[in-house]
């Protein structure tokens, strides 16, 4: 693998950074499983001393790297809205669609995201944070104030359609059905049949 950036040193804040790009590289490359902390130190150009300034071992290193993963992930949620009316399907579609288009752009990064090996109190709020854009909009199509049972119930089946689909995308299996739909197509029939209707 090449190495993420050479450097012989770094300016305030730049160390823990490069060592989440290098620790995201390998993740996609070979998998949290297969990711050690003496790799990520060659792919960023640092002594195998240099995590610890920032992290307390691989796992939190990891963790970094999947709170990116949400981060961005929510960020993307928010640019597809633009231009959507609130709570609209189309919205909800392309919230949706934003979803398994990350997934397929980031396929290491999504599967360690909700693998559930590597558990902390800012993973489990940057996960509920990425769900909350989907319950917004569910709750504003459903004409609620707040998110409540109701718009639970109906925000689920949406959410696990959307990810078995990822997971189908990026698992190579969608095509065992001879799926030829486009991704936006798919995801917009079933906020159509899946969403409850206001009233």
Known sequence: MDQVKQKTGYHHGDLRQQLVAA??????????????VSEA???AGVSTAAPYRH??????????????????????????LAGHEPGSNDAITAVGTAYVDYAEANPGLFRMMFAGDHQSDAL?????G??????GQVARRMGRA????????????????????AFLRIDGKA????MQTEVRDLVGFATQRLMVRPG
């Open 23 to 36: 620790t995201r590289a390998l993740v996609e490359e070979k998998g949290p499983d297969l990711f050690s």
């Open 41 to 43: 130190c060659r792919a």
């Open 55 to 80: 992290f307390a071992d691989r796992t939190e290193m990891l963790i970094a790297v999947a709170l990116e993963g949400f981060g961005e992930m929510t960020a993307s949620f928010e640019t597809a």
């Open 124 to 128: 489990e709020e940057a996960g509920h």
């Open 130 to 135: 990425c769900y909350a854009v989907v319950l």
């Open 146 to 165: 707040e998110v409540d049972d109701a718009v639970m119930q109906a925000a689920f089946p949406l959410w696990t359609f959307v990810h078995g689909l």
């Open 175 to 178: 095509e065992f059905a001879k």
